[in-house]
């Protein structure tokens, strides 16, 4: 009997949960326009994992299993600062780099690997998608208001990406010695 395979060409993974919240106290939040974006040092484990389930989800059978998350790195949140709600992430960790497409109304999110071979830097890649992408980003996950508004106050957010930039290269150094602990 032939496997069936998945589709080679999807673009990332769905979850039906909302990603793991971010650590109020390894953030730094900057105001761009229509965004808050908030840089964080970030250790992904599965313990973080664990405790980051409703227990709705814990309650369920064989959910405290291994999920093999063991990563760290800088990772960068995009909220729109009239709901207040994450909608982009971008995790440029040091060995699974990956960002996330949150989808609020369906409460939910896509998670797509960064290609870092092909790609190159994680943190790079993030802040070339801040300058050329974040609007189409914002459509995908399913604010096209925010996308709009993004565009309109481009300057705003072009004027924070260098400070951003610095943060991001910190966020890594922090997780990289919190991690060597």
């Avoid at 939040?29 to 989800?57: W, Y």
């Avoid at 959910?63 to 009239?82: C, K, P, Q």
């Avoid at 830097?121 to 459509?139: A, C, F, G, V, Y």
Wanted: aromatic share 6%; hydrophobic share 40%; charged share 30%.
């Amino acid at each position: 009997m032939a496997e069936t395979l998945r589709d080679p060409y999807q673009l990332g993974n769905y979850y039906d949960m909302m990603p793991i919240p971010a650590i109020p106290e390894h953030c730094i939040s900057l105001d761009a326009g229509p965004l808050r974006l908030v840089v964080e040092s970030r250790q992904l484990t599965d313990e973080l994992a664990h405790a980051a389930m409703s227990a709705a989800i814990e309650a369920e059978a064989d959910r405290r299993e291994e999920l093999g998350l063991d990563d760290y790195g800088a990772t960068l949140h995009v909220y729109g600062t009239g709901d207040g709600l994450e909608h982009l992430r971008f995790d440029c960790f040091e060995n699974e780099p990956h960002y996330h497409y949150v989808r609020n109304a369906d409460g939910g999110n896509l998670i797509c690997r960064i290609d870092q071979h092909a790609e190159g830097d994680p943190i790079d890649w993030t802040l070339d998608r801040l300058r050329k992408r974040l609007p189409e980003m914002l459509e995908f996950a399913g604010v096209p208001e925010l996308a709009a508004d993004a565009r309109a106050h481009n300057a705003a957010i072009d004027a924070v990406i260098d400070e951003v930039a610095e943060l991001l290269g910190k966020a890594r150094v922090q997780a990289i010695a919190d991690r060597d602990r």
